[in-house]
C-alpha cells in the first residue's frame, strides 16, 4: 500500500528557510510526477509544485521564486525548499502523486507556520 511520509515543517520567520521531505513507499516513486500540495486553515488544498521524474518542475504562480521542488529517485524523497516564505504560505503541507485526479492515500502531511 500506499505511505506518503511528510517531515520537517515547523515554525519560521519571515524571510527564513525551511526544507520539508516526503519519503515514498508502495508506488514506484521514479516512473510517477510528485507533488507538494498544501492546505490552509479553511481553504482547499491546493497544488503548489510539480515535479517530473526526469526533474521537470512546475510552480504554482503564487509560490514562484520562493518555494521549490527537488527530487531523489534513490531514496524515494521529494523535497520543498522555502526560501523567503511569507505568512500567507502558513498551511500544512502535504506530498503526493501530480496531479491531484492521480493522487494516492493522503499522509498526515507537516504543518508550516510562518510568523515573526
Known amino acids: 500500500q500506499v505511505q506518503l511520509v511528510e517531515s520537517g515543517g515547523g515554525l519560521v520567520q519571515p524571510g527564513g528557510s525551511l526544507r520539508l521531505s516526503c519519503v515514498a513507499s508502495g508506488i514506484r516513486f521514479s516512473l510517477n510526477n510528485m507533488g507538494w500540495y498544501r492546505q490552509a486553515t479553511e481553504k482547499s488544498r491546493e497544488l503548489v509544485a510539480s515535479?517530473?521524474?526526469?526533474?521537470?518542475?512546475e510552480d504554482a504562480y503564487s509560490v514562484k521564486g520562493r518555494l521549490t521542488i527537488g527530487r531523489n529517485n534513490a531514496k524515494n524523497t521529494v523535497y520543498l525548499q522555502m526560501n523567503s516564505p511569507e505568512p500567507n504560505d502558513t498551511a500544512v503541507y502535504y506530498c503526493?502523486?501530480?496531479?491531484?485526479?492521480?493522487?494516492?492515500?493522503w499522509g498526515q502531511g507537516t504543518r508550516v507556520t510562518v510568523s515573526s
Open positions: 515535479i517530473s521524474p526526469s526533474g521537470n518542475t
Open positions: 503526493n502523486r501530480a496531479p491531484s485526479s492521480r493522487a494516492a492515500a
